[in-house]
């Protein structure tokens, strides 16, 4: 999402041993820290889900579009 601990150190505006210590488990992140986080990773699988309707809208454009050109009677 971001690229790694030190764009989600400065995302977070902590220090890397504070990242360091919340990823390896030796430490809890303060509940600050945790909600930002958590709304990073939900506002990247909303967009996710937007990519992925768009994707899929356009195959439906395409199948429309490969539909329309098969000739009568052809599976």
Same mark, same amino acid.
């Given at each position: 999402?971001? $690229?790694?601990p ?9 220090? &890397?041993s *504070?990242?360091?210590?919340?990823? &390896? $488990? ?7 820290a ?8 939900? *506002? *990247?699988?909303? =967009? $996710? ?6 994707v899929? &809208? =356009?195959?439906? !454009?395409? =199948?429309?579009?490969v &539909?329309?050109?098969? !000739?009568? $009677?052809?599976?």
């Amino acid at each position: 999402m971001l $690229g790694g601990p030190r764009k989600l150190r400065d995302f977070l505006n902590t220090s &890397s041993s *504070d990242v360091a210590k919340w990823l &390896s $488990g030796m430490e809890q992140p303060p509940m600050h820290a945790f909600i930002a986080a958590l709304q990073l990773i939900l *506002d *990247d699988l909303d =967009a $996710g889900g937007q990519r992925l309707r768009e994707v899929r &809208s =356009a195959g439906d !454009k395409a =199948a429309v579009i490969v &539909s329309a050109r098969r !000739k009568p $009677g052809a599976k």
